[in-house]
């Protein structure tokens, strides 16, 4: 139902920029970088999900210029 969609609204976008996070990394993220993987997950759905914006500020991040 209503509350079922809610949930997976909001865990969709973070749960996209974990996922990209981790190919881009090429393993499983540390806390922080969950964390980092959180924050812009709720900062895309600010640009209507375009997906171009999520990749964009993941790969300008602090977090990925230290792996990379």
Known sequence: G???KAVV???FPT???RRIMEGLF???LSADERAVAESEGRRV???NFRYR???K???TS???RRVR
């Open 57 to 59: 500020a993941i790969v």
């Open 26 to 28: 090429g393993r499983n």
């Open 62 to 64: 602090a977090e990925y």
């Open 15 to 17: 749960c996209t920029a």
């Open 53 to 55: 914006d999520l990749v």
């Open 2 to 4: 209503f509350f079922t």
């Open 9 to 11: 609204a909001a865990r």
């Open 45 to 47: 759905v600010g640009s």
